[in-house]
């Protein structure tokens, strides 16, 4: 049973939320507020459903301290549905955001497909490339023999680049594969996320070659614009 960690201020948005997820044999952990979803923080936490607009700390905030201890997808729930706000929630380190109002079905059906996605063993093992290895059964990322710590969302992209080496991959292609046909953002969710991930890469950053209004490629060798 996968347990998710509900932090929203809206007693009726736990409520609905609750009896649809306990009906599907999935574990909800409530809280109220932020300082309350931070103590019940843990690592038998597969997946965080977090709003934004909350009293005392805001979701953004939560967002970023759940970061700096704990890697599981977080998922955003809010009646802030500007572009602005989504992108804001990626720069946190969110994984995913998802409107109010919104039908049960659909926020359980995301839940469910991102957990088995995070959670399933792949079907394939490592890969290197010069300085760079990726475990693909451990969902571990070394760069000269040291682990590095990616979110969810940051091991999935790299994940799917890595495993198309070499080809050009689209921002909407990366779109429909890390975040799925039903989101609505557009391709700067994307740059996002890979300047976070070049980021992490640090000196090797330059493994992701840009393709000027197209996409991304990943290979060996300096980075160069197209």
């Known amino acids: 049973m996968y347990k998710i960690l509900l932090i929203e201020d809206d007693v009726d948005i736990r409520q609905i939320i609750i009896k649809y997820f306990h009906k599907r044999d999935m574990e909800i952990i409530e809280a109220m507020d ?14 965080v459903l977090l709003d934004i607009m909350m009293p005392g700390i805001d979701g953004y905030e939560v967002c970023y301290q759940i970061r700096q201890k704990y890697q599981c997808p977080i998922i955003f729930i809010s009646a802030l549905s500007e572009e602005e706000n989504q992108l804001k929630a990626f720069e946190y380190g969110g994984d995913d955001y998802i409107a109010k109002p919104f039908l049960p079905s659909v926020l359980y059906a995301k839940c469910l497909a991102i957990c088995k996605r995070e959670f399933m063993q792949s079907s394939h093992d490592t890969k290197e490339f010069d300085h760079l290895k990726i475990d693909y059964t451990n969902h571990q990322v070394f760069i000269d023999c040291q682990e590095i710590e990616l979110t969810h969302k940051e091991y999935l992209l790299l994940e799917y680049l890595t495993q198309n080496a070499h080809q050009l991959l689209s921002r909407e292609q990366i779109l429909n594969q890390i975040w799925g046909y039903d989101y609505y953002g557009d391709g700067r969710a994307v740059d996002t996320y890979i300047k976070k991930l070049r980021k992490k890469l640090g000196q090797y950053q ?14 060996e060798g300096e980075s160069h614009e197209t």
């Open 206 to 219: 330059y493994y992701i070659h840009t393709v000027f209004k197209v996409g991304y490629i990943f290979k």
């Open 34 to 47: 932020g300082y309350s979803g931070l103590s019940k923080m843990n690592t038998d936490i597969h997946l």
